[in-house]
């Protein structure tokens, strides 16, 4: 008996401990920030309101932000709805968005890499997507106010989450400027944010929000890019620079700070063997060895992002199909990890394969890994497959870009301020809209399905 009572006050004592403290198991929150939503095309007036930083209730603005609400573009791009959102896996059936396809592949490749389980909750974060620095600073506003609530309420429950934020283009610099908007709003001071990891995918580099990478809020950046992504250096409408960059460079008024690791991301279509390749201990070496030549074909700037049924620009012979190169996270961070001496690295992916390599050509290292047990590779593009959209194709994407033109010239209209564009593409579109070709809707039933998965 004597023993049973010790027992007792035991478990008594964890249930307090656990109530006080929540559970000891490590929480990792993980919040998804897409980038600026593609516009049909660009009037000149249009143009001119953007580089003039102008852009509401234009024909522009109010498009992506019809185009952003509409349940088709969340199947094709890692994004739900505006604000900050939970992503609900479902415990069976097909995912109804991108968001939770990414958080599926991610959670495949967090149980191999690392050695003590994390539990992982997914976020994503939905803002305007507009082409202005103005609108990026006000989301970044309302982005800090939603997460500081959100991260009371999981407090409230005993979870105390490290902060990982994986940010494509400039949702990248919608996240930098979080040290502003701490300093320039006192509400905000007294609910400072710590975010364990910053990764950028594919961000336009400029003056207006490089610096604030060195604020101790950032733990530690991972800056993610791939030379052959011309659209991130062209930025010529929505910073004081004439180009914006990839990486992060030195300037008079600001150093790069040691915790950025800048990482080139390059992907393997095939390999010629210059000579008969010896001494292969591992499969994986063969992307190390002297006498190998690799081919590679390396993702533009919407496939970082978007997923094969969800862009006109994501190539058909794009070795990672259907996959955006943002899947491969996990892998990625896992690699820069176990080699933080190294500030400049270039990550190269062999799906065909299964293999991948880090290189320091500065520091003259390189080193060659498998990337996942076989089982495990091929369930990630299995999966991708078997939960592709039926109703993603780029008709329909057309159709809808056309639906969102459409009400932003009723908007505009209603408001006396529509005016027809001289730009001969997007002219075009709104010939198509008048004749009616953009009037059938999508299918109604799966719209409604996917509004209540994302109000779940």
């Known amino acids: ?76 791009h890692i994004m739900q709805d505006e604000g900050l959102h939970p992503i609900i896996l479902p415990p069976t059936g097909k995912t109804c968005n991108a968001a939770q396809l990414v958080a599926q592949l991610y959670n495949i490749q967090f149980e191999h890499f690392e050695k003590e389980p994390i539990k992982n909750i997914y976020y994503t974060f939905g803002w305007n997507g507009l082409l202005s620095k103005t609108k990026r600073y006000q989301e970044a506003v309302f982005f800090y106010d939603e997460l500081t609530k959100e991260l009371k309420k999981l407090k409230q ?129 063969v992307l190390t060895h002297p006498k190998v030549k690799l081919i590679h074909k390396d993702p533009g700037h919407t496939e970082m992002w978007a997923f094969h049924w969800g862009s006109y620009w994501y190539r058909d012979t794009f070795p990672l199909r259907p996959l955006p190169g943002a899947t491969f996270i996990p892998t990625i961070l896992y690699a820069a990890d176990t080699h933080k001496a190294y500030k400049n690295l270039t990550f190269t992916l062999a799906p065909e394969q299964n293999s991948f390599s880090i290189k320091s050509k500065k520091d003259r290292f390189q080193k060659s890994f498998q990337f996942l047990p076989d089982a495990q590779k091929n369930e990630l593009w299995e999966t991708a497959r078997e939960h592709r959209p039926e109703d993603c194709n780029l008709k329909i994407e057309k159709e809808h870009v056309g639906q969102a033109l459409k009400k932003a010239q009723e908007e505009l209209e209603r408001l006396n301020k529509y005016r027809a564009p001289h730009n001969k593409a997007l002219a075009h579109y709104m010939k198509e809209i008048l004749i009616g070709n953009f009037n059938v809707p999508a299918s109604l039933p799966e719209q409604e399905q996917l509004r209540l998965a994302h109000n779940d």
């Open 1 to 76: 008996m004597k023993r049973l009572g010790v027992l007792f006050l035991q478990l008594c004592l964890f249930g307090f401990i656990t109530q006080c403290f929540g559970s000891t198991q490590k929480t990792r929150m993980i919040i998804f920030i897409h980038g600026t939503v593609k516009p049909a095309e660009f009037s000149f007036s249009n143009l001119m309101k953007i580089i003039r930083d102008e852009v509401d209730n234009t024909l522009y603005s109010l498009g992506a932000k019809y185009i952003r609400q509409d349940p088709l573009f969340h199947k094709m």
């Open 157 to 285: 429950q005993g979870i105390n989450p490290s902060i990982t934020i994986i940010a494509y283009s400039h949702g990248a610099n919608v996240v930098l400027y979080l040290p502003s908007v701490r300093d320039e709003n006192p509400r905000f001071k007294q609910y400072p944010l710590s975010i364990d990891q910053l990764v950028l995918i594919a961000t336009p580099i400029q003056k207006e929000t490089d610096h604030f990478s060195a604020d101790p809020m950032f733990k530690q950046i991972y800056n993610i890019y791939s030379t052959e992504d011309s659209i991130q250096v062209l930025d010529l409408l929505s910073s004081h620079r004439i180009f914006s960059d990839r990486i992060f460079t030195n300037r008079r008024d600001f150093k790069i700070p040691p915790k950025i690791q800048q990482i080139r991301f390059r992907v393997v279509k095939d390999i010629k063997r210059k000579r008969k390749a010896r001494n292969l201990k591992a499969k994986h070496e």
